[in-house]
Each structure stands twice: as C-alpha cells, then as structure tokens.
C-alpha cells in the first residue's frame, strides 16, 4: 500500500485490541496519517483504542454517531453522571442505553403503561428527542434510528489524544432500508 502512495486508506478492523496492532503495523510500514489519509469507522480511534495507539493516531479520520467529546450541554451533563456511577467515561454502548432506555419510557407513557409488544412497537414509530449523541428519531416506516454521524479527526488536545469533530451528516438512515422505502 505505501509503496502505491494512495491519497488516502479506508480501514475496517473490529474495536478491543486490533487497533493498537494496526497503528503498529503502519507505522512499522512507514505510513502515518500525516502522508497518506487514515479513514475508518468510529471504533478504531475510541478511548481505550487510542491509548493504545499513542501518537500513530493523530490525524485519523472516522465517521461515528457518538463520542464522550461531543460538545452539548446535555452530553456533558451524561458524561459527569456516567463518571460518577461508573468511573470512566461513556461509549456507544452506554450512549445507546441511554437511549433504549429513554425510548422504552416514552413508549410507556403513550401507552399508559400497557407493555405488550404491538403498543410498544406502534407508540416507539416516529419517536424524536435530543439525546447526548444530538438529535435523534424513530423512523416510522423501518423503526431504525436516525441520527448524526460525526466526522472526526484524532488530534492532541491539551497533552491528550481525542476525537475531534470536524463535520457531520445529519438524519442518516439505514441506506439499504432506506433505498427500499423510495
């Protein structure tokens, strides 16, 4: 690959251990994002992944729905609960509980507390609200999310690695689901 001198490099590698070991592996070859675009998806520059990668992450790009980073007023607030319950910052798992969890309270209270399946799943269809990721809805048609993804680059900010906005895309949908519903 370095030797074809890409102007960029999309990678896809599973989060947990495998990013670190890749940073490795380009810089081993001679490729850091300084010369050649890194692009991924968002689990390769989380926070765990990024200490991991040290300084061969600065200037990777990724797109992803959620960050602890994102700069809102009710993030924030998310962010300092979550520390103080559980001693380390929010992921998309914890952001997407948030969510379920919000999504399963206001489908109750449409349905005045009636929990069967088929109320839940009608009272859920078209459901919006700000969540720490930013706006998010239901879409009534497919009942998948809609949300933001982030456009992000890692850079240092203050003597540590983060996730730095840089652009975004809103209202994404499914695209296959979506393209089904034209």
Known sequence: MKDANPEALFIFVPGGAQPAALAKA?????????????????????ENALRGMGEAALGIVTA???????????????????????????DLFGVGAYDGMHVIYEAL????GKSDGDALVAAAKGLAWESPRGPVSIDPQ???IIQTVYIRRVENVGGALKNVEIDKVENVKDPVKARMTQ
């Not at 380009?26 to 989380?46: F, H, P, W, Y």
């Not at 980073?69 to 993030?75: A, C, E, F, G, Q």
Request: no cysteine.
């Open 26 to 46: 380009l810089v081993e070859r001679g490729m850091d994002a300084s010369k050649i675009k890194i692009l991924g998806q968002g689990e390769i520059t989380e």
């Open 142 to 144: 497919t009942r998948d």
């Open 64 to 90: 992803f729905h959620y960050d602890y980073n994102h700069d809102s007023k009710l993030n924030k607030e998310f962010v300092a609960a979550f520390n103080a319950d559980y001693k380390h910052n929010p």
């Open 109 to 112: 209270k449409k349905t005045n």
